[in-house]
Nanobody
Framework: QVQFVESGGGLVHHGGSLTLSCATS????????VGWYRKAPGKMREVVASILNDGRTTYADSVTGRFTISRDNAQNTMTLQMNSLKPEDTAVYYCNLRPPVDRYWGQGTQVTVSS
């Protein structure tokens, strides 16, 4: 019943920016830790960024200083602002709880960064 729906992906040149959005039907969204994940071709899914229910954030070393995670508890949404994008950031990006719940995975949104 709970869904996480990602949007905002696209094709950008290296150095460009994108903002990803995530909307969830989880009514107790504000109580949970949440995060953004990505899966690149041939690689395992990894945590990109997380934001706790108190607003504290954590980032993967590969994106620190370039990505910003935020949440709007009133709208049950979260965003990932991505700047200075690199070809290595190319992946399908997902949102979920942190730690993730398997049945909550959506289809993700594709981010492709050209070189």
């Amino acid at each position: 019943q709970v869904q996480f729906v990602e949007s905002g992906g696209g094709l950008v040149h290296h150095g460009g920016s994108l903002t990803l959005s995530c909307a969830t039907s989880e009514t107790r969204f504000s109580q949970y830790h949440v995060g953004w994940y990505r899966k690149a071709p041939g690689k395992m899914r990894e945590v990109v960024a997380s934001i706790l229910n108190d607003g504290r954030t954590t980032y993967a070393d590969s994106v620190t200083g370039r990505f910003t995670i935020s949440r709007d508890n009133a709208q049950n949404t979260m965003t990932l602002q991505m700047n200075s994008l690199k070809p290595e950031d190319t992946a399908v990006y997902y949102c979920n709880l942190r730690p993730p719940v398997d049945r909550y995975w959506g289809q993700g949104t594709q981010v492709t960064v050209s070189s």
